[in-house]
């Protein structure tokens, strides 16, 4: 089982930023898959989730309005779609299985 995060950086605010989560080993269609991120001194802040079977998504409270989660099934990818970012939103944001398997993690920064 892997997750592999690709499209984070730095941006300004007002800017957007899509993550991409590869997933190799699973379907992740059979599972629910979450976004979450972290500052240094915080900790796990859950982001969104994609859930299996009719695919209800969520959000936090704090990205709600902003970030659309979605699920391409054919390419096996778990994306995140980030607009109007705000300089809060700067942290290593993580692809994860469930609740027990994290991707490695991808910066993003938001930054004047």
């Known amino acids: 089982v892997q997750l592999v995060e690709t499209g984070g950086g730095m941006v300004q605010p007002g800017g957007s930023l899509r993550l991409s989560c590869a997933a190799s080993?699973?379907?992740?269609?059979?599972?629910?898959m979450n976004w979450v991120r972290q500052t240094p001194g915080k900790g796990p802040e859950w982001v969104s989730r994609?859930?299996?079977?009719?695919?209800?998504?969520f959000y936090a409270d704090s990205v709600k309005g902003r970030f659309t989660i979605s699920r391409d099934n054919a390419k096996n990818t778990l994306d995140l779609q980030m607009n109007n970012l705000k300089p809060e939103d700067t942290a290593l944001y993580y692809c994860?299985?469930?609740?027990?398997?994290w991707g490695q993690g991808i910066q993003v920064t938001v930054s004047s």
């Open positions: 994609f859930n299996t079977g009719a695919g209800g998504t």
């Open positions: 080993g699973f379907t992740i269609s059979a599972f629910d």
């Open positions: 994860v299985l469930g609740i027990d398997f």
